[in-house]
């Protein structure tokens, strides 16, 4: 059955909505309360870009996409996951399960708070239970903001170097940038 919840637009809308608008789409099911014995391989793949494919052929309904990004998740050893009560499927994931591709900030400095919306049409609120990170890869530095169950969003780079900007307007030493009561450094690991 595809996801029923349409996905969630920053647009016009206060930090204060936004966050009550996340609030009410409801739980998403308890994968970290999962655990089956994994039964093979999904044959699933999340492309660097966000996009998803079944043996080699993109999906194509962004529902069903949706669907599948809430029974995702990433295990202790660093592989991710198909998870259901009674089935535990291996996917591929190139980069980050999620991609940031849209922002709104408000507020400044520890009084700042920053709305990421992602591809999976959720959104998230950084902060301490959702912190930024930078990490280094073979492709360069990745600006990530966690999601859930050890999953991440990689911050699509014209979001990054708007937050690289207020951190360096706001002159914090390190350079970093304040949301939901948590300072995060913008340098790289």
Known sequence: MPETRPPI????????????????????PPVDRWNPDHCGDSEMRIA???????????????????????VLRREPDGSHVLVTPVEKLG???????????????AG?????????????????????????????????PSPR???????EAEIARPLYYE???AAI????????IWSDGAFFPLAGE
């Open 145 to 151: 903001v966690a999601v859930r169950h050890g999953l």
């Open 163 to 165: 937050l690289a900007e």
């Open 91 to 105: 996917i591929e994931v190139e980069a980050t399960a999620f991609r940031a591709l849209e922002m709104t900030m």
């Open 48 to 70: 660097r870009d966000g996009t998803w494919f079944h043996q080699g052929r993109p999906i194509e309904r962004p529902a069903m996409v949706r669907l599948f990004s809430t």
């Open 9 to 28: 637009d920053l647009s016009g809308q206060s930090l204060a909505a936004l966050a009550a608008q996340i609030e009410a789409r409801g739980s998403l």
């Open 108 to 140: 400044e400095r520890e009084q700042r708070r920053i709305a990421f919306r992602l591809d999976s049409g959720d959104a998230v609120i950084a902060g301490p239970q959702h912190p930024i990170s930078i990490i280094a890869t073979p492709e360069g």
């Open 169 to 176: 307007a706001e002159g914090a030493d390190p350079p970093g």
